[in-house]
T-cell receptor
Framework: EAGVTQFPSHSVIEKGQTVTLRCDPI?????LYWYRRVMGKEIKFLLH????????ESGMPNNRFLAERTGGTYSTLKVQPAELEDSGVYFC????????????FGSGTRLTVV | GQNIDQPTEMTATEGAIVQINCTYQ??????LFWYQQHAGEAPTFLSY????GLEEKGRFSSFLSRSKGYSYLLLKELQMKDSASYLC???????????FGKGTSLLVTP
């Protein structure tokens, strides 16, 4: 089966610009998660979708970040406007149900804000 | 926070055994994950401990002691391809979120 796909793999943008990251989960996985790792820090949870609904968005840093999952398939994470501290690697993961063995991560999008 | 601590770096020799420790401070969690991550790649699942004790899976084993706030990942018969970052993560008991440590970068030398 295809894994979790993230696009783009790398993005370099200027401060103040907008960037949209995309995640395609494993087909049939209702649960989709976004995580972020900034330089020198641990991977941190951002939010969790169940189908198209936001189940938990407690990790979203501020209102410059907007995540959507229209139709319950792929998800997008938009950063607008981007700031320097938003630089990092953004990971997406998906799972079929509550089975903790099913957390499959994508390779991440490396975002650099200059 | 859950204050998850891991050594930053470790070095071991091919064929040897290495133990990567993870300590944490938390009021409660569902279970503890270990993930492996090669540079530029996705974290991949290694093990999940819910109960105290040792879980063995091939060359990799993971141990959990809830009373001591301690886990370790044991890698046997090290191979060069085991050079990677190893991430300890607690599974929150208030949702689906994983709380990660900073990871341990393991270098396997010939």
């Amino acid at each position: 089966e295809a894994g979790v796909t993230q696009f783009p793999s790398h993005s370099v943008i200027e401060k103040g610009q907008t960037v949209t990251l995309r995640c395609d989960p494993i087909s049939g996985h209702d649960n989709l998660y976004w995580y972020r790792r900034v330089m020198g820090k641990e991977i941190k949870f951002l939010l969790h979708f169940v189908k198209e609904s936001k189940q938990d968005e407690s990790g979203m840093p501020n209102n410059r970040f907007l995540a959507e999952r229209t139709g319950g398939t792929y998800s997008t994470l938009k950063v607008q406007p981007a700031e320097l501290e938003d630089s990092g690697v953004y990971f997406c993961a998906s799972s079929q149900d509550y089975s903790v063995y099913g957390y499959t991560f994508g390779s991440g999008t490396r975002l650099t804000v200059v | 926070g859950q204050n998850i601590d891991q050594p930053t770096e470790m070095t071991a020799t091919e064929g040897a055994i290495v133990q990567i420790n993870c300590t944490y401070q938390t009021s409660g969690f569902n279970g503890l994950f270990w993930y492996q991550q090669h540079a530029g790649e996705a974290p991949t699942f290694l093990s999940y401990n819910v109960l105290d004790g040792l879980e063995e899976k091939g060359r990799f084993s993971s141990f959990l002691s809830r009373s001591k706030g301690y886990s370790y990942l044991l890698l046997k018969e090290l191979q060069m391809k085991d050079s990677a970052s190893y991430l300890c993560a607690l599974h929150s008991n208030s949702g689906y979120a994983l709380n990660f440590g900073k990871g341990t970068s393991l270098l396997v030398t010939p």
